[in-house]
């Protein structure tokens, strides 16, 4: 009796081993992606929104001035932040931006404009300030 628990047990073990290799050696399966890509389509002055999965545009909404310099998403991804640059190039003359859109991502509008109060051409809106 004691031989044969042994070998049961000895058994149950191997195939213990070989379930955890197995296990380990299976790749986990893909992530499904959740979410949207923004991009801040410069010469149209508009936020896109992109269906990645589809593999298209799902929305387009206006800017309130010319040239969106850069866009971030709020950490629970239900906000845009749009910092208009402004109409020229880093030490060009032209306009200076000075506001900043907000837009809300489910309802796909700019709910809000940000006005800094003077010309800032403002940008890199997760770790610049435009406060001096």
Not at 39 to 60: F, M, R, S, Y
Not at 115 to 126: A, K
Request: aromatic share 4%; proline share 9%; glycine share 10%.
């Amino acid at each position: 009796m004691r031989k044969i628990s042994l070998v049961l047990l000895s058994a149950l073990a191997a195939a213990a081993a070989g379930a955890a290799l197995t296990a380990a050696a299976t790749p986990p399966p893909p992530r499904p992606i959740t979410g949207f890509l923004l991009v801040a389509n410069k010469g149209e002055h508009t936020l896109g929104i992109i269906d990645p999965v589809a593999g298209k545009q799902v929305a387009v909404i206006d800017e309130s001035g010319v040239t969106g310099h850069e866009v971030i998403a709020s950490p629970d991804g239900r906000t845009a932040y749009v910092p208009i640059y402004g109409n020229s190039g880093v030490g060009r003359p032209g306009s200076d931006g000075q506001t900043m859109d907000v837009i809300d991502i489910a309802s796909r509008k700019r709910v809000a404009t940000i006005d800094f109060g003077r010309p800032e051409r403002p940008h890199c809106p997760r770790t610049c300030t435009w406060a001096r």
